[in-house]
């Protein structure tokens, strides 16, 4: 048994040993000498026919600034792939590289963490007092509490005077909504890592393969997709009417929210009621409506059983086998079904996409989020507090300027994440990305491709044929795209914010929680069949006993502040 | 074993062969029950991720490939965790077990032979049950300037306090002739703890080896926790990272497109299985203490 | 040979005990150190406590505030209530199966069959209760999991195991049992191999059959084993699990299923929560050195045996 292992381990490790000695038919090294020396050589000249020069402006000295940072599996699997062709490391790498160069800043990093750790480790930071220079928080209820220590600056000066126009111009796109996130009585203390904010839409799939094969005509109305669901299972091609999870309740309104607009609910927004007051979605009456249908179509066997213990992975099984053709859900859905692509015959499957209709056939307002990957805040004690904002300028200039942009951003798809700061996209990242591809096939001139869609162009065009199928149904220029749709509610202004955006109160950090386990308990126990009325009203008492009355109180405090 | 061996053979009372006929069915179930998981995950870990995703393995892989197992070996960051965690089981269990016998013999003596014996013990056994919490935790650590280094995953785990006590338990079996043999041939406590008590008690040894050889090998937080570069984690901790599902909050669409491409279940059944079977494997080695002792002939007068 | 007793002086006796406090030193100079020192973090129970003050920082004290605003939670007590049942039968049956299991491996008479059982019987303990989870997840499903299949074969009802509050708790139980059996099978192993061979011999010449000799000499050789282990499990008589609940316990069996430090877990998402994390963690050690001392007491006062 013990040699049998030990000839088993040691097979294995020649094994990787040699997978790694493969010639490789690229020169890494003098593409990264010559990306990182065009950058090195051009960016001052650029800032200077820009008129940008002060917001480059190198250091005199070298400066150094003490960062943490965070990294997910998609980093792991990149800086991989970067270490073997670059040599590069999370606290060595084409970043820290040109900050040292171009600005004479030394990025110093304490620690990395992965996502899920992140605020815990940031925490300990915290409570050690071992906070570095410059660092990105995720909760705002951190950066309010930072900011009530004095443990960080506030940056209203800063983002005047020292972050480039056209990052500044980004920032303010959704009217200042992210900014007012970590602003306290004025003072905005963390400048934002943007991203794209329209990734909460909701979208309709259907499975175009049997709406051809049975017949069925695009839907007009909300009923006709419920109609859809049911054909579906009545022909004996599904098993379920409509997909639904609530095993994983962090991501359950992902495929929740869908259903619920179409019946102007929102459970998870701030929305503006008719009298001009802020109301959260979930406790609206509006929700009654699709608790009714869903409880329906529960009672009529159209949802998994088992919807309330299976997580997100496990339910979505059933939609990779066949069992289900109506999928209320973002975007990104396709690319977790594109493994069907592999079960035979399933080679013709065909997704159609359409927007969210109400029961009189027309199309709803969607609510979307201020999303970003956190705020970055400067220390009290940073000597050097404008450091921040020249390596943000200089990312910029890099993944979108240099000669290269897409081997700054997007090489192995997640270069920009180990960047000290990154992301400066619009709001309307994914749409614009969208735009682009469709400008470039249409002209089919891949020189056009600006930014991510380069990175988005390989993926569409792959060889993988799973991975091209699923790209092409979300961005690409297969008839009916979840991307298409987006463009039709940005164009019709049926895009909304969420309302409220503060900081949370006091009140909401010691209930908030408590809060969503009752929504979330109410929901399932209302689909699996308890009464909608009575149930959905001991569920708004209890909430606003709870805290939801002085919640809502609050919400409107900020609103009528910031609007 | 235990008082068979000695045992003439008799007549066999069919009775008897009844009994272990049933004891050894429900035993053999028993395991087969607590073996068909592992082989669940084996089975993913060698299949094609179109029909895991689509929930058809349950025994046998389908369309059967080792990818995953090819992908996971060839990378830096597994062998270098992998190197971590074994360093620090080595050494922290041997930490564990020098501490361990240490300390239970002279906790195990009478109050009338060592008077602090009962504070000592209560000294130890309070700390089960009270924690100061995270950030004081990690203050220690960090004001000592261990993180970073082997020593913040090894010290604070030294004294493992719940195998402590059944060392000591164990340790007070020990016949008490043995000891008084020992000191009238004038050995210090020192030489009698390892001459006589450790190996009279070598299956508790065995067992105390193999659990503190568990929980160095499966401890992931103090990892995260207290090494700041990311070389420097143990396998576990690497592991986590790529086993537990993103948190979606803050990312974006296209990065939660980009996961379903590494959401791969076969490399996460790969990754567990080639993070076990080490462990797994040391098991049967320790076996062979787990026989009776050492019997030193019992001592008269 | 004893010597003759006299009443030594303390120095005297500390002299002759040198060696023993010697021995104990380092443990008890590491306990104090990454123990001891950090239960000054125990004051974080009684403030408002933000990390971004820093430990040593300013925190504003609020008393027991801390400890009424939990109990204030409108699930508090159900989520109690399940603490208490769920670890409590953790603790009956992580006792009685293995020692039964134990029993029933000491029959055994061929090693060959003996060792890999024993080996197989603790490989659930390393699989991460994510994984596990998982694995359960599939098997006691209503529509396709084996246990349904053998019962609606058997003539029954299909049962929703992990999302009926009615069978929530005992599938939790039971699974944790199934997982964590193999390790307490092997202390108990090894208390039984330790028990001297001849008194199996004296019994056997009395004429005691197998099941007398179980009865009469293999218990009561592994009982201190036994209550010891039934004492230290009482130490975490209100940890019920957080591993095993986070990954089962979905919002639909709250009500059964959920436990204090599942429960603090979700307070803390937003912002830590430690004021309330560490009145928690203050709570549930006082409650267990209660259970304990008085276990200890019981067993000094009424059997003159110190526990440990």
Redesign the interface.
């Known amino acids: 048994?013990?040699k049998l292992?030990c000839i088993l381990l040691t097979g294995?490790?020649l094994?990787?040993c040699a997978?790694?000695c493969f010639a490789e038919g690229t020169d890494y090294k003098a593409i990264y000498a010559d990306r990182v020396g065009y950058v090195v050589d051009n960016f001052a000249s650029w800032a200077e026919e820009n008129g940008v020069s002060d917001y480059l402006k190198p250091y005199d000295a070298p400066t150094t600034v003490t960062m943490v940072h965070n990294?997910?599996?998609?980093c792991?699997?990149m800086i991989?792939k970067l270490?073997d062709h670059y040599g590069e490391n999370?606290s060595t790498n084409r970043w820290t590289e040109i900050m040292k160069k171009c600005l004479n800043i030394d990025v110093q990093y304490?620690?990395?963490?992965?996502?899920?750790?992140y605020?815990?480790?940031l925490?300990?930071s915290?409570?050690?007092?071992?906070l570095p220079d410059v660092f990105v928080v995720?909760?705002q209820?951190?950066v309010a509490?930072?900011a009530?220590?004095g443990?960080i600056i506030p940056l209203n000066d800063l983002i005047e005077k020292c972050a480039l126009p056209e990052i500044r111009e980004r920032w303010y796109m959704d009217g200042g909504l992210t900014l007012s996130m970590v602003t306290i009585d004025g003072q905005i203390y963390g400048f934002p890592q943007t991203?794209?904010h329209?990734?909460d839409a909701a979208y309709i799939f259907i499975r175009s393969d049997w709406m051809k094969e049975l017949g069925i005509e695009e839907p007009r109305t909300i009923e006709d997709v419920w109609d859809i669901g049911y054909k579906f299972v009545e022909a004996g091609k599904a098993k379920y009417g409509v997909f639904l999870e609530?095993?994983q309740?962090?991501?359950m309104y992902d495929y929740l929210r869908g259903m619920c607009e179409a019946y102007h609910a929102y459970p998870q927004t701030w929305v503006v009621t008719d009298d001009g007051k802020l109301q959260f979605g979930a406790t609206q009456d509006a929700m009654r409506a699709p608790l009714k249908q869903l409880q329906k179509m529960y009672a009529d066997g159209m949802i998994d059983?088992?919807f309330?213990?299976?997580d997100?992975?496990?339910a979505?099984?059933?939609i990779?086998?066949g069992n289900i053709g109506l999928v209320f859900g973002?975007?990104?859905v396709?690319?977790?079904v594109?493994?069907?692509?592999?079960?035979e015959p399933t080679k013709d499957v065909t997704w159609y996409c359409c927007a969210i209709p109400d029961s009189d056939g027309n199309i709803v307002p969607e609510a979307i989020k201020t999303?970003?990957?956190?705020f970055v805040c400067i220390n009290a004690n940073c000597k050097n507090p404008e450091a921040a904002f020249k390596m943000l300028n200089l990312y910029h200039y890099a993944s979108y300027y240099s000669n290269d942009p897409t081997w700054w951003g997007y090489e192995e798809?997640?270069s920009r994440m180990i960047a000290p700061v990154w992301s400066t996209v619009k709001p309307t990242?994914?749409l614009d990305t969208y735009e682009n591809l469709q400008k470039v096939f249409a002209a089919n001139d891949p020189s056009l491709l600006e930014g991510?869609a380069v990175s988005?162009y390989g993926n569409i065009t792959s060889s993988d044929y799973k991975?091209a199928w699923?790209?092409n149904q979300?961005f690409g220029t297969a008839d009916y795209t979840p991307m298409k749709v987006l463009k039709y509610l940005n164009e019709n202004g049926l895009l909304f914010y969420n309302a409220y955006v503060g900081a949370?109160s006091i009140t909401?950090?010691?209930?908030?929680?408590?809060m969503d386990?009752l929504t979330?308990?109410m929901l399932?126990k209302v689909i699996?069949g308890a009464d909608v009325d009575t149930t959905f009203d001991e569920y708004v008492k209890?909430w606003n006993a709870?805290g939801g009355e002085k919640i809502t109180e609050e919400a409107n405090e900020w609103y009528q502040q910031h609007r | 074993m235990t008082g068979n061996t000695a045992r003439k053979k008799r007549y066999v009372n069919p009775g008897r062969i009844a009994f272990q006929s049933v004891n050894i069915t429900l035993l053999v179930l028993l395991a087969a029950i607590c073996l068909l998981p592992f082989i669940h995950v084996i089975a993913v870990s060698l299949s094609n991720n179109a029909y895991i995703d689509a929930g058809m393995i349950t025994f046998w892989p389908m369309g059967t490939n080792v990818q995953s197992y090819g992908y996971l070996l060839d990378k830096a960051a597994f062998w270098n965790a992998f190197r971590m965690s074994v360093f620090r089981l080595v050494l922290g269990t041997a930490i564990n077990l020098i501490l361990l016998c240490l300390t239970a013999y002279p906790l195990s003596k009478p109050k009338g032979k060592f008077h602090g014996r009962t504070f000592y013990a209560w000294f130890f056994f309070v700390t089960m049950l009270v924690n100061g919490g995270l950030i004081p935790n990690y203050m220690v650590v960090s004001t000592l300037k261990l993180r970073n280094t082997i020593w913040a995953l090894v010290l604070p785990t030294a004294v493992q306090v719940y195998d402590l006590i059944l060392m000591l338990n164990f340790f007070r079996q020990v016949p008490g002739e043995l000891e008084d043999a020992a000191l009238i041939d004038g050995a210090s406590h020192f030489r009698t703890m390892l001459e006589i008590y450790v190996p009279v008690s070598m299956p508790a040894i065995a067992t105390m080896t193999l659990f503190c050889m568990v929980y160095h090998w499966n401890q992931w937080f103090d990892g995260m926790l207290y090494m700041d570069n990311v070389n420097l984690r143990p396998l576990q901790t690497f592991l986590r990272q790529t086993l537990i599902g993103q948190d979606y909050t803050f990312a974006d669409g296209d990065e939660i497109a980009a996961f379903a491409e590494i959401n791969d279940r076969s490399l996460r059944c790969a990754q567990i299985i080639i993070a076990t079977i080490p462990i797994l494997c040391s098991y049967p080695f320790l076996q062979r203490y787990f026989v009776k002792g050492i019997i030193v002939g019992s001592v008269k007068g | 040979m004893k010597k003759t007793a006299k009443r030594s002086k303390p120095a005297q006796i500390l002299r002759k005990e040198a060696q023993l406090h010697l021995m104990v030193l380092p443990a008890v100079l590491l306990v104090l150190i990454f123990s001891y020192f950090p239960l000054y973090g125990l004051k974080i129970a009684f403030q408002r406590f933000l990390p971004a003050k820093g430990l040593f920082g300013s925190q504003r004290f609020v008393g027991l505030d801390n400890f009424k605003y939990v109990l204030s939670l409108p699930n508090f007590l159900p989520v109690l209530r399940n603490t208490f049942i769920i670890a409590g039968a953790k603790i009956v049956l992580n006792l009685l199966v293995p020692v039964t299991v134990a029993l029933m491996l000491n029959e055994v008479n061929s090693s060959r069959i003996k060792r890999p059982i024993q080996t197989i019987i603790y490989f659930p303990h390393f699989l991460s209760w994510i994984i596990f989870g998982g694995i359960l997840i599939d098997l006691l499903s209503p529509s396709s999991g084996i246990v349904n299949k053998i019962i609606t074969a058997l003539g029954g009802k299909a049962v929703y195991f992990l999302g009926d509050n009615r069978y929530f708790r005992g599938t939790v139980i039971l699974t944790d049992v199934w997982k964590n059996f193999g390790y307490g099978t092997i202390v108990y192993l090894a208390a039984i191999t330790g028990i001297d061979v001849t008194l199996y011999e004296a019994a056997q010449i009395d004429g005691a059959n197998r099941w007398q000799q179980t009865w009469h000499v293999t218990l009561p050789g592994i009982r201190m084993t036994v209550v010891l282990m039934m004492v230290l499990a009482l130490g975490r008589v209100l940890n019920a699990g957080f591993d095993q609940l986070y990954n089962l316990c979905k919002p639909i069996v709250y009500e059964s299923g959920d436990i204090l430090d599942t429960f603090v877990y979700r307070l803390g998402l937003e912002n830590g929560s430690f004021g309330p994390a560490t009145a928690v963690g203050l709570f549930r050690s006082v409650v267990s050195l209660v259970f304990i001392s008085t276990a200890y007491a019981v067993a000094y006062k009424w059997f003159d045996y110190r526990l440990f």
């Open positions: 048994m013990k292992f294995l490790m094994l990787s997978s790694g990294y997910n599996n998609s792991e699997n991989g270490g999370y304490d620690w990395w963490a992965h996502d899920d750790d605020n815990t480790k925490r300990m915290m409570g050690a007092s071992t995720n909760q209820s951190d509490q930072l009530e220590a443990q991203l794209s329209t990734d609530a095993g309740p962090s991501v059983p088992e309330a213990t299976k997100e992975t496990k979505f099984e059933e990779i086998n973002p975007h990104w396709m690319t977790f594109m493994n069907m692509y592999d079960l999303n970003n990957r956190g798809s997640y990242d994914n991510k988005y991975k699923a790209w979300m949370p909401y950090q010691d209930y908030w929680s408590t386990d979330t308990q399932i699996m209890q709870i």
